[in-house]
């Protein structure tokens, strides 16, 4: 019995303590939870251009992306969901700057769940018609922190703290409205448009800063050509097709 | 950070584990009593089913659980109906989704328990008049308890540091749902190692502080009945 | 009056074996000794009396009070059959004391509370217990033990006393002394006994009524007695 347990913990050990690694032509693209979809069929497609190389996607918050490749996760792209997360990024030296780029935009929408009421401002979420809001948790999501400057500039984040649901992502935000366990949320248009079927988007939320994505080698790669590869991809007409389909704008 | 901080989120911490102990405790008893000390095919079939919430990654069985006891789920959804209660975004939630994590721990510690009591001292109790309830009130619980209570020790341990399903279901608000666990990734995630940091402390104290209280518990109840 | 009617068949299947155990007496005596080689099918049989055990079919009845009837559907649970079980290896509760031991069956409910009435005090007395009356059955001898094992089962007040080898788990020395000592106690509680054991001078010890029995089945009593001489 003891012999047993001791040689599961053991194998238990081993499996955790097995580093990520990625093969040679493996290139880890870290890109905010909002490119999801796009990125997985820019990723597709990039493997189709270039047979051999295989595109490794990472999806998490931005901040959440930037803490991985802060402690070491072996990245070789960077796409954040706004500026401030890769100016930190760049502040490290953990982003080759020369090779930062916007390219994409995005729009912050207010959504609600199919049932609700559509509020016609920001004003209009009172606590009995919208007992849950899912917002980013804006310590470490590019939209949370959007919708809290959107909030705080309409004098109502104070009054919602009771109502509001952090959410660690931007998607988690969105399937929290989608499954109606929140009324209300503050998502990227790109993300309501992939559950069209169950929010609807009330209206466009106006930002003080324009919600752009940056993408970038990270100084950390070992395969920089390669790297750089994949980001003239996303910027080229293809990569911009795609990205356009998906609900992004140009930067 | 101060101190003060981190009670909030401990009290929380403890009143969830705590509770989610005593359900996973009770429910897995009665499940343990029920599957019986026979080992037959489908009663292992039955016991390794409700050993999945031990298996799964804990956001999937979050992921379930906010599937079954969400607002269109029919459990959550009879919940609403009948009861006008919804369990997503609150602590009861928490006190489940760490009560569903924990479960098996109590289960298999408790089947196994159960089974370890010699049978012929059940069948004394009968011929004694003793009926099935009292049998096990009175023969089969006071002999299986230590075993049942290493396993319930191992739940709250598995409910104090319930992540994932907690997460999904109760979310991480803080001063509500918030759980240390859930501070300290929030922390993490933020960026703010202090906290983070201080808040791993406190929760480190914390088991341990339980687990010696627990240790000290059993040693003394060995010696009572030993001597 | 018959005191105790059996007449039972049970099949019994382990570990791809079959066994077949099929068992019909009767007896008015005070004392019944079930005689025969181990794995006979005696414990079975008492087991089945007890209520511990369902036979597949047949009929068991004590003092005309039916226990189990297959074709009637009858089968009185254990704890209503007012018989006393003492068991081979005793079974004494090792959480309880002795004096909760032997005052388990007196009480209903689902806490084993530590009030003791008089009645258990003396049947404890009687059996030479008092001075343990506090001490868990693992601090005690086997022929203590055994005591306490009886006196549980005598606090009851049962209509038949059925024991499983008695002296199975004793030495030599202490068997016949205990025997005697088993035997009176018996006769002063005035309950009657079905004793099972593989042990020739027991069967001689206990006298009254003998019912043999060999690979799941009771033999005539000529041909058990034969077998009796030679052993």
Redo the contacts between chains.
């Keep these: 019995m003891h012999r047993i347990a001791r040689s599961i913990v053991i194998s238990a050990m081993i499996l955790a303590a097995a580093p990520f690694h990625a093969s040679a032509a493996d290139l880890v693209v870290s890109a905010a939870a909002s490119l999801s979809n796009a990125f997985a069929e820019i990723g597709k497609a990039y493997e189709v251009k270039h047979p051999g190389d295989k595109i490794v996607l990472n999806f998490a ?1 931005s ?2 992306l930037l ?1 991985q490749i802060e402690q070491g996760a072996p990245a070789d792209v960077f796409a954040s969901a706004d500026e401030a997360t890769m100016d930190r990024a760049a502040q490290s030296n953990l982003v080759d700057t020369l090779t930062r780029k916007d390219f994409a935009g995005n729009t912050l929408v207010l959504i609600v769940g199919l049932s609700a009421k559509s509020p016609n401002s920001l004003n209009d979420l009172s606590a009995a018609d919208y007992p ?1 809001i899912a917002i980013g ?1 804006p ?2 999501v590019p939209a949370g922190r959007y919708a809290k400057e959107a909030l705080t500039s309409a004098d109502g984040w104070e009054k919602l703290q009771s109502q ?5 992502n931007v998607r988690q935000a969105l399937d ?1 409205v989608a ?4 009324q209300a949320g503050f998502v990227y248009a790109t993300d309501a448009q992939t559950q069209k079927d169950k929010v609807r988007v009330a209206m466009t939320v106006p930002t003080s800063t324009q919600v752009r994505y940056p993408i970038a080698v990270t100084r950390a790669s070992k395969q920089v050509d390669l790297a750089k590869g994949f980001v003239d991809y996303v910027e080229s007409a293809d990569g911009r097709a795609i990205l356009s389909r998906y609900g992004f704008s140009a930067p | 950070m101060m101190l003060s901080e981190a009670i909030v989120p401990l009290l929380l911490t403890l009143k969830v584990a705590t509770l989610a102990t005593v359900f996973a405790s009770i429910v897995g008893i009665a499940v343990a009593k029920f599957l019986g000390r026979r080992r037959t095919f489908a009663r292992d079939v039955v016991e390794s089913l409700l050993t999945l919430p031990l298996v799964l990654p804990p956001t999937v069985l979050g992921y379930y659980l ?1 599937v079954v006891l ?3 789920g029919f459990f959550g959804a009879w919940l609403m109906r009948d009861f006008g209660i919804s369990l ?2 609150t602590w009861q939630g928490a006190v489940i989704a760490a009560a569903v994590a924990a479960f098996p721990l109590t289960l298999r510690a408790a089947r196994a328990a159960f089974s370890d009591v010699d049978a012929q001292l059940e069948n004394a109790a009968r011929t004694l008049g003793a009926s099935e309830s009292e049998v096990f009130f009175r023969v089969t619980f006071p002999l299986a308890w230590r075993g049942v209570l290493a396993g319930a020790l191992l739940a709250f341990a598995r409910a104090m540091g319930e992540f994932g399903a907690t ?1 999904m279901v109760a ?4 001063g509500r749902t918030q759980t240390l666990s859930l501070a300290i990734y ?1 922390a ?5 190692d202090a906290r983070a940091n201080a808040l791993v402390i406190v929760s480190l104290v914390t088991a341990v502080v339980v687990l010696l209280i627990a240790a000290r518990l059993l040693q003394r109840t060995q010696r009572m009945t030993l001597t | 009056m018959t005191r105790i009617a059996v007449a039972i068949d049970k099949r019994i299947r382990a570990d791809r074996r079959e066994f077949q155990l099929s068992i019909q007496f009767e007896s008015d005596a005070d004392v019944t000794v079930m005689y025969g080689p181990s794995g006979a099918g005696k414990t079975l049989t008492l087991q089945a009396i007890a209520g511990l055990l369902r036979p597949d079919s047949g009929h068991i009845a004590l003092n005309e009070r039916t226990l189990f009837d297959s074709a009637k559907s009858i089968d009185v649970p254990a704890r209503k059959r007012d018989i006393g079980f003492v068991f081979q290896e005793y079974a004494l509760f090792p959480h309880l004391t002795v004096l909760q031991n032997v005052a388990f069956g007196r009480r209903r409910g689902w806490w084993n509370r530590n009030a003791i009435d008089e009645e258990v005090r003396a049947i404890v007395a009687r059996m030479h217990l008092e001075r343990f009356g506090d001490a868990f059955p693992l601090e005690l001898s086997g022929g203590q033990q055994q005591r306490v094992a009886l006196a549980r089962a005598l606090a009851c007040k049962p209509h038949l006393l059925l024991l499983d080898e008695p002296f199975s788990a004793l030495d030599t020395e202490l068997r016949g002394q205990l025997r005697t000592e088993l035997i009176q106690a018996a006769r002063d509680a005035a309950i009657p006994m079905l004793v099972i054991t593989h042990d020739s001078d027991d069967v001689a010890a206990f006298g009254g009524k003998l019912v043999n029995v060999e690979n799941g089945r009771v033999i005539p009593p000529n041909i058990g007695a034969t077998h009796f001489q030679t052993t």
Excluded at chain 1, 179 to 182: F, Q, T, V
Excluded at chain 2, 171 to 174: E, N
Aim: negative net charge; without cysteine; proline residues 6%.
């Design positions: 918050a901040d959440v803490k849950h948790n310590d470490s509001i649901v952090p959410t660690q929290y499954r109606d366990e929140a | 906010l969400g607002h269109n997503i975004f997460l979310g991480s608000l803080p929030d993490v995630m933020a960026g703010d």
